[in-house]
């Protein structure tokens, strides 16, 4: 894995535009093609093998939840405790995730797991491809990802209810939207009727007591960008409970699990012997040099990290209430100053490429810069 200062393409803000990449830079440039990373074969091939190996394991640590009732410790709302569980057990439909993983001196560790609401998966499975046919149309790249969620969401069609696949992300994320709509055009293409509906336009039908879309139309199968803990922490969340259609929600309510960081002492605890784990706890005095992690937050917030009893750097934010846990600092590589984390895809329960996301500070957070890559 190595870093390469590169010159960006000509007028590259024009090219990603045209692909309908709106928020390549804010404040601060999050599309960043003036370096990319080269991976060797072999490198690809482990990350690959890994991720197949952590899929199944997270599976297990589900069903190890599931049996011991541990969900206490991943503060989910006791009422939606049978909706996970028949979810899980009617094998509800669920198509994607990303692995977080970091890559130093050999060894590959999982840092956490995006299982339910990730994203960069546009920059990831569209735009870095269409970067390198510019930068050098001979070389390959990890990324079968548009192949692989076209192939699935054909697969899925026979398992989701007849009728229309509505898709929804909040109306003001412009970065949730283009990543919702990628997903809906994938979905299109495998020969699926879809709709968009914003989650603040999602109705109510207290009579009929279904969810509704804008023209009043029941909702039954439903690919959402947005968080489960911020559905069921509502009062018209609950309303899922009560769903008369018992619609079919992506991701399914089971990954309430496996988004949570609470997964990680979890998957410590049945796997210390995988080679893929960094020891995790609940309790801070199990470790000497660690990173505390809220079991839900988002973008790199309410971080600290730790060395030798020493706060050595943290990040603000509105998550902690629930909980935290404690996990072994593993030090990110440094790159020209730069730390890289990879993303590794999960698609239909099959590893489907990466994305590179790398950052000045140790978190990777919401200033982040996705960075290209190729197959050397």
């Not at 899922?240 to 699990?257: S, T």
């Not at 988002?298 to 629930?322: D, P, W």
Request: charged letters at 25%.
């Amino acid at each position: 894995m190595k870093r390469i200062a590169i010159q960006p393409r000509h007028k590259w803000e024009q090219a990603v535009e045209q692909l309908g990449f709106g928020f390549h830079t804010t404040n601060v440039r999050y599309w960043d093609e003036s370096a990319c990373y080269e991976f060797g074969m072999d490198e690809v091939l482990y990350i690959e093998k890994a991720s197949v190996e952590l899929w199944d394991l997270c599976l297990g640590a589900v069903q190890h939840v599931m049996d011991n009732s541990l969900y206490d410790r991943f503060a989910i709302p006791g009422a939606f405790i049978p909706y996970i569980e028949r979810s899980w057990m009617e094998d509800h439909p669920a198509i994607y995730g990303r692995f977080d993983l970091a890559w130093r001196d050999g060894q590959l560790k999982l840092l956490e797991f995006n299982a339910d609401t990730p994203t960069s998966l546009y920059e990831a499975g569209i735009v870095q491809w269409f970067w390198l046919q510019d930068f050098d149309r001979n070389r390959d790249q990890f990324n079968s990802i548009h192949e692989k969620l076209i192939a699935y969401w054909s697969y899925l069609r026979t398992y989701l209810y007849p009728g229309a696949l509505h898709f929804t992300c909040v109306k003001q994320s412009l970065e949730d939207l283009t990543n919702t709509e990628y997903m809906r055009d994938c979905a299109m293409q495998a020969g699926l009727d879809t709709r968009l509906v914003f989650i603040d336009d999602i109705g109510w039908d207290r009579g009929r007591e279904v969810f509704v879309d804008m023209q009043d139309q029941p909702i039954r199968n439903i690919f959402k960008l947005y968080p489960w803990e911020w559905l069921v922490g509502d009062e018209f969340g609950g309303n899922i409970l009560n769903d008369r259609n018992k619609a079919f929600w992506i991701e399914p309510a089971w990954k309430m699990i496996l988004s949570n960081k609470a997964i990680l002492p979890v998957l410590w605890e049945l796997y210390p012997d995988c080679p893929y784990l960094l020891p995790a706890y609940f309790e801070s005095d199990r470790l000497k040099d660690y990173v505390r992690k809220p079991v839900l937050s988002r973008e790199g917030a309410n971080i600290q990290i730790v060395k030798e009893g020493r706060l050595v750097e943290q990040t603000s934010g509105e998550y902690g209430k629930e909980g935290y846990i404690y996990q072994q600092l593993f030090d990110l590589p440094v790159h020209d100053g730069n730390h890289p984390v990879i993303g590794s895809w999960i698609i239909g329960q099959e590893p489907a490429g990466m994305g590179i996301r790398e950052s000045k500070g140790l978190v990777t957070d919401n200033l982040s810069r996705f960075v290209p890559h190729y197959i050397g």
